[in-house]
């Protein structure tokens, strides 16, 4: 009889493995180890295993688990358990472990974070929570927490790290040496040291490569940068993140509204930043709300995309009302009703790659007032080269289709019409919106198509009602 691995010779085992495959996922036989190890309540194999896990690794494998296992792994872990792991899941799955967790445990996970990972999972929390956990924490760290969220939500302030290094400016290159390596409450990472006045005023900054090619004696004003990048802490995180990516920043310090240094971005902040900014447009071009999440429930879901398709609806019996105006000429020639929707149809994907366009461009500042009517006229261009090419296309596939000549004219002019009014307002109500201060990723959709079908059947028809006197 073959003999059985233990679940703590294999976890064990995987513990020195690579837990993701070539393309990066995670390996079902982890999901399934774990989930054996859950039903034998075996805690110290389970620490066993994820004792070196990367924290991604672990906020993957909790993402595979269903709720009753995640809470069963977390209560194994106890304080082995890596409270990183919650910035690499979802705000569902983040917002299920920590209900299952008392104030004092997670006040005690917490502590062990950096200020902007700690901020992250917290500001997800009710007010009265979050109070509840900042209580449990150390006079100092409490006040940390409590001033970032002094700050607005999606402002630098609330993404800075509050430990960075600041040197006075009558210090020398070695005095600054010798305190990096002596002192034990630095950050585990930075690349660049600050120089402040007493007031804690910033005053420039020197790079690390720079310090240490510098001698000993050198006072430290006299090869600082006074020319750096800074970053309001009340500033949009957008706005920091266009900053580092226009300027190739690897950090940048955070300063309040009298140029006192209160924190430091880095890129690895920047890089989620950027990645969350990307995931709110791409699901606000398609009528989802922000913070939805895969593991969210159906209720959930179908509540935050129930106002989108309200909005729909009613924009699609706008364009009804066209088609109910040409009602006779529907009835007299039966290949106008078959044909009508690749009208839409094609007007709709021309506005929707000009919308997405426009919308991206707005976020990044590459479109705006100086720019704008250069855009207008390349994308109606193209909407017009494209409507044509589409007209011969189409014209002669109906012409055939239905053997009738003028079928195919029709339907050629009212997809030049259409694509040319599709690519017109894919970027004319984007640009509006933004200039209402209406966030154009989450609003253009539904007002974009109503513009495309209701141009769309009503070009087409009113050019059929002319051409075959109907």
């Known amino acids: 009889m073959a003999e059985t691995t233990s679940p703590a010779a294999m976890a064990e085992e995987w513990r020195e493995k690579d837990w993701r495959d070539e393309e990066g996922e995670l390996l079902p036989e982890v999901v399934e180890l774990v989930q054996s190890i859950l039903a034998a309540e075996d805690g110290a194999s389970l620490k066993s295993l994820v004792s070196d896990a ?71 929390l009710d007010e009265d929570e979050r109070s509840a956990i900042l209580d449990k924490l150390s006079p100092a760290d409490s006040f940390a927490l409590r001033r970032a969220f002094d700050y607005p ?92 990516e226009r300027y190739n920043l690897l950090s940048a310090p955070v300063v309040d509204e009298v140029n006192r240094l209160v924190g430091v971005l880095t890129v690895d902040d920047i890089v989620d930043v950027i990645e969350e900014e990307a995931d709110e447009d791409i699901k606000a071009l398609g009528g989802v709300k922000a913070d939805e999440e895969i593991s969210d429930s159906v209720w959930t879901t179908a509540k935050g995309r129930f106002r989108w398709l309200l909005i729909n609806l009613v924009t699609a019996f706008l364009a009804t009302t066209v088609l109910k105006s040409f009602e006779h000429q529907l009835e007299a020639m039966v290949a106008l009703a078959v044909l009508a929707p690749i009208v839409a149809s094609q007007g709709g994907s021309a506005a929707t790659q000009t919308m997405t366009v426009a919308v991206r461009a707005l976020a990044t500042r590459e479109l705006g007032p100086r720019n704008a009517w250069r855009i207008v006229r390349r994308e109606v261009s193209v909407g017009l080269f494209n409507g044509i090419a589409f007209a011969l296309i189409t014209g002669t596939v109906a012409s055939f289709w239905f053997t009738n000549a003028g079928i195919g004219v029709v339907i050629g002019l009212a997809l030049v019409c259409n694509l040319v009014a599709g690519s017109l307002g894919g970027v004319l109500v984007p640009l509006a919106l933004d200039r209402l201060k209406v966030d154009p990723a989450i609003s253009s959709g539904p007002f974009v198509t109503t513009v495309t079908d209701v141009t769309g059947f009503f070009s087409f028809l009113m050019i059929a009602s002319w051409w075959f006197r109907i």
């Open 54 to 124: 990367h924290e991604a690794d672990l906020g993957a494998l909790l993402a595979q688990l269903d709720a009753e296992d995640r809470s069963r792994a977390v209560a194994l872990l106890g304080s082995d358990f890596d409270f990183n792991a919650l910035n690499e899941v979802d705000e569902t799955i983040r917002a299920e472990i920590l209900e299952d967790m008392a104030p004092a445990t997670v006040a005690e996970g917490i502590a062990t974070l950096e200020t902007d990972d700690a901020v992250a999972i917290l500001e997800d």
């Open 153 to 244: 939500e999606g402002s630098a302030g609330r993404r800075m790290k509050d430990e960075f290094i600041a040197v006075p400016p009558f210090w020398t290159v070695g005095q600054v040496i010798d305190h990096l390596r002596e002192a034990a409450d630095l950050p585990d990472d930075f690349t660049e040291i600050f120089i402040v006045d007493p007031g804690f005023h910033l005053q420039g900054h020197i790079r690390l490569d720079r310090l240490l090619r510098a001698k000993r004696p050198v006072v430290v004003t006299d090869i600082l940068e006074e020319e750096m990048h800074t970053v309001g802490a009340s500033e949009d995180q957008e706005d920091a993140a266009l900053l580092f």
